[in-house]
């Protein structure tokens, strides 16, 4: 089994988008039983908060449930316990780094360096747009199940 943990500023907007958009398109490969995918924050400011109204709003458009999600900060055990730690932009990584030390492993990426165009993910915390921040999570969910079918799962 894969284990993805997807990370944000908060967890409250992008890492939990990106949780529930790879586990749609896990589930729709028929690959769901391969992974175990969960999200964290790099900071404290969101804790135990749900997911923002924007988030699942755009989740809910595109038929993805979310539940009952809870916002939690990635912690330093993690790096042993996920495979692949995946952040959304350049602070994300810095504060990942922070919290994990050194990565040895290889294990630290951003989510949209597995896409043709790597870039980051822009936080629609600040600029209000979900729809974009969607399309770039699904861009990037689906080249990182491409990357996953052709080199863990093959």
Do not use: Q
């Not at 944000?8 to 729709?28: Q, T, W």
Request: negative net charge.
């Amino acid at each position: 089994m894969i284990k993805i943990l997807f990370i944000c500023h908060g967890n409250i907007c992008r890492s939990p988008m990106a949780e529930y958009v790879m586990k749609d398109l896990a589930a729709k490969s028929g690959l769901s039983d391969c992974f175990y995918i969960d999200s964290a924050a790099t900071s404290t400011e969101e804790i135990g908060s749900r997911v923002h109204r924007g988030t699942r709003g755009k989740l809910n458009e595109a038929g993805i449930y979310c539940g009952d999600h809870r916002a939690r900060k990635m912690t330093r055990a993690d790096y042993e316990e996920y495979d692949y730690l995946i952040g959304m932009d350049s602070w994300n990584l810095r504060n990942m780094e922070r919290i994990v030390g050194k990565d040895p492993e290889g294990k630290l990426h951003l989510l949209l360096d597995f896409a043709e165009s790597p870039r980051e993910i822009a936080d629609p915390w600040y600029t209000g747009n979900f729809d974009e921040t969607y399309e770039d999570i699904r861009e990037g969910c689906e080249a990182l199940l491409t990357y996953l079918k052709e080199n863990e799962l093959s």
